[in-house]
């Protein structure tokens, strides 16, 4: 079993729908990295949080780190924001180093 | 621009024949690290770097070497490339540590017939 498990794998939308897409971990964790991996490739990083709940223009993640869950929302979806959604996470025992999910393909249609 | 370079981009080359992919970053971070991407795997950490000269394993360092002799630069080397080393590699960097953005290069598509 991986440490760290995203659902769903894969996610089709409309454009306007709120998008949800989940992060699991089975470690004790420091914090999590939320990244976006473009179709071509390119990956950017969009969240790092340790606690409660950040905000970037239509994006929303929050974490709770006891329960060992993050999730990343899209508000008001838009086809741009066709991408594989990575979670990351920062080991408690090896902050050194990170682990990652296998990413949530999305894909929003017009 | 700050960012993360790296060189060749696509890499077609045969088993056992030494190669080097190139990281380059211009933002003066200490913190780099190689990534590898299989599909169904997702991305696994192979070595970082907290700082010059400190190198540590990731996950999957078997068959992969690196350096960092100065900051801005963390080459990964394969001294006798094989076919399981086919992948996606991404270097990224950030400013000390995991804890911060991290940068992403934009990855060298490498295979090994």
């Known amino acids: 079993k991986n440490e760290v498990e995203q659902s769903p794998q894969n996610l089709t939308a409309q454009e306007g729908e709120f998008i949800t897409i989940n992060c699991s971990y089975s470690v004790g964790i420091s914090a999590l990295h939320w990244l976006q991996q473009h179709p071509g490739g390119g990956i950017v990083s969009l969240f790092m949080l340790s606690s409660g709940k950040k905000k970037h223009g239509r994006l929303i993640a929050t974490i709770n780190i006891q329960e060992k869950h993050s999730s990343l929302h899209i508000t008001a979806s838009h086809p741009r924001d066709s991408a594989v959604y990575i979670c990351?996470?920062?080991?408690?025992?090896?902050?050194?180093?990170?682990?990652f999910g296998t990413g949530t393909r999305l894909q929003v249609f017009p | 621009e700050a960012q993360v370079t790296q060189n060749p981009r696509y890499l077609i080359t045969v088993t056992g024949k030494k190669l080097t992919v190139t990281c380059s970053q211009n933002m003066n971070h200490e913190y780099m690290s190689w990534y590898r991407q299989d599909p169904g795997l997702g991305l696994r950490q192979i070595y970082y770097s907290m700082n010059v000269e400190v190198t540590d394993k990731g996950d999957v360092p078997e068959g992969y070497k690196v350096s960092r002799k100065e900051k801005r630069n963390f080459p990964l080397i394969l001294e006798s490339p094989s076919p399981n080393q086919t992948s996606l590699y991404f270097c990224?960097?950030?400013?000390?540590?995991?804890?911060?953005?991290?940068?992403f290069g934009p990855g060298t598509r490498l295979t090994v017939l």
């Open positions: 990351a996470v920062i080991v408690v025992k090896d902050t050194d180093k990170l682990i």
């Open positions: 990224a960097s950030s400013l000390w540590a995991t804890t911060d953005t991290q940068y």
